[in-house]
């Protein structure tokens, strides 16, 4: 049993033998070894960029990269996980737009000889920007559409702009004309309102946690429900507007609210919740009262600390006179009234046998409260009129004629604003700023270099009545958003510039409105 087991084993080792008789080629593999990422990158969404250079070596190559592959992409979600490719470049810098969240970074290298790959990652984890700034609405001229950006003000950190807020490029929506914000109260979310108006309509905004987004178009939650006939719904003005009391931003009405659509004005508490029922731009409560037509702006106290603001007035182009709401306690009524008009006045509430009509209004936010109207008469001459609206009464305080010859490119005007410093009146035409002071009648201009889109003040932010903003556009430059101040001497008309305040924006800029929450 020994020897043919012997036998048998040498058999099958001459066998083995023979099929060995060539010999083993062994190909060395280039083994890729990362260096460089972080384990974690903590971000702030749509403001950070997250710059990474790798180390990339190979057992073979060295540092020889020709011929490697790359390949950056984000990993999201768990189960139902997404995969975005962000670069294919070895060197990453890329502008964080993801959303408040986890994700993880993949990193890729590929030997284009073998197929082989090496992978590192990061964890990256996300916090919001947004919750206080300047938000920045306007046209993205490279897309054409709508596009919402924000001057954000992170903890411990430089001010920065954070673009696409919102965004834009699944709803495409088109011709930007007002973002309406109407400030915290008392945390409650259903009445903390962010609008967002373009020519495609009005959309009712949410902010929280972090992200812009649509609610609803306006009236999705029948906010607004009436058996007067009506246009199709959109929303021109929120009123009153948010104010600063001592740092407390907030609504300048802080128990009612007002909507401005293009036939409509409706006008009630917000106690409980945004319910209007009744139009306020008639004569009368009876039913059936024909509604007015109006001029798009609403002249009220906006100064006013009392936070009860019930009272305003609306220039009713039907009847070409100026009209108050009624108001009976801290309630105003659903309807309007004509002020009262005598010969010593300077100037009348009813404009018909002026020959006169409204083309701009403006609220001062001086300590007074001053509200201003710009009419023009059928001579093509401009007068101001300068009022009190409210909190209770209209009251005449001033008639001024613009004094053209002084004043160049008046009529021409692209963007008016009033200013809460004296009898200053801003203008703008072009690339150039105009200050005229309608008092003393003197006019200085100051060139901002490029086309102003818009002109904007800022009581707001820091309770100054100096401060306003000046968004410029260029196709070479871009959009960008000065701060600046207004002098405050009656006989100097300055302007001062604030260089800490300068942001460049891609957006040719339309409206700016402060956020704080």
């Not at 009529?411 to 203008?427: D, K, L, N, Q, R």
């Amino acid at each position: 049993m020994k020897k043919t087991l012997l036998i048998l084993l040498a058999s099958v080792g001459f066998l083995s033998c023979v099929e060995d008789e060539g010999n083993y080629t062994y190909t060395e593999l280039n083994q890729i070894t990362i260096e460089g990422l972080e384990a974690s990158y903590k971000v702030l969404d749509k403001v950070d960029v997250i710059k990474i250079t790798p180390t990339i070596k190979g057992t073979l190559s060295g540092d020889d990269l020709s011929n490697y592959e790359y390949q950056w992409h984000i990993h999201e979600g768990i189960v139902d996980h997404k995969h975005t490719i962000i670069s294919h470049e070895k060197d990453l810098e890329w502008k964080v737009d993801l959303g408040i969240g986890d994700y993880t970074l993949y990193f890729t290298v590929k030997d284009k000889s073998t197929g082989l790959e090496a992978t590192a990652y990061s964890s990256i984890k996300t916090s919001t920007a947004i919750s206080k700034g300047f938000l920045l609405l306007g046209e993205d001229m490279e897309e054409g559409i709508v596009g919402l950006d924000m001057i954000v003000m992170p903890a411990g950190r430089d001010t920065t702009v954070a673009e696409r807020v919102y965004d834009n490029s699944e709803t495409k929506f088109k011709g930007a004309e007002k973002i309406l914000y109407q400030g915290p109260r008392m945390g409650n979310e259903n009445i903390e309102s962010l609008w967002m108006c373009t020519e495609d309509g009005s959309f009712r905004m949410s902010h929280h946690p972090g992200t812009v987004s649509v609610i609803s178009e306006v009236n999705d939650f029948h906010m607004i429900e009436t058996d007067y006939p009506h246009k199709e719904m959109r929303i021109k003005d929120v009123f009153p507007h948010q104010t600063n009391y001592y740092g407390n931003y907030w609504n300048c009405s802080y128990s009612y609210r007002g909507y401005m659509t293009e036939d409509m004005i409706v006008f009630g508490s917000i106690m409980q919740a945004e319910y209007y029922a009744t139009p306020c731009n008639r004569k009368s409560n009876a039913d059936g009262t024909p509604l007015f037509e109006f001029f798009p702006f609403v002249f009220y106290h906006e100064a006013s600390n009392n936070g009860y603001t019930t009272a305003y007035t609306f220039y009713n182009t039907t009847d070409s006179c100026f009209m108050k709401t009624y108001n009976a306690g801290t309630r105003a009524s659903h309807c309007t009234a004509a002020g009262n008009d005598y010969a010593t006045d300077l100037f009348p509430w009813n404009q018909k046998g002026t020959g006169r009509t409204l083309v701009w209004g403006g609220n001062t936010l001086d300590a007074t409260g001053h509200s201003l109207a710009l009419m023009k008469d059928e001579e093509g001459k401009y007068y101001f009129y300068k009022f009190v609206a409210g909190p209770y009464s209209m009251t005449k305080k001033g008639f001024y004629e613009v004094d053209l010859d002084v004043a160049p490119h008046f009529a021409e005007a692209s963007h008016y604003m009033v200013s809460a410093t004296g009898s200053i009146f801003m203008y703008t035409y072009g690339s150039t700023l105009y200050l005229y002071n309608y008092t003393y009648k003197t006019c200085e201009a100051f060139d901002m270099g490029a086309e102003i889109t818009c002109l904007e003040p800022d009581f707001v932010s820091a309770q100054s009545r100096t401060q306003f903003f000046v968004a410029t556009y260029s196709d070479s430059e871009k959009g960008t958003v000065r701060k600046m101040d207004v002098g405050t001497n009656p006989n100097v008309l300055e302007i001062k510039e604030r260089p800490d305040e300068v942001w460049k924006t891609r957006l040719r800029v339309k409206d700016i409105e402060w956020k704080t929450n």
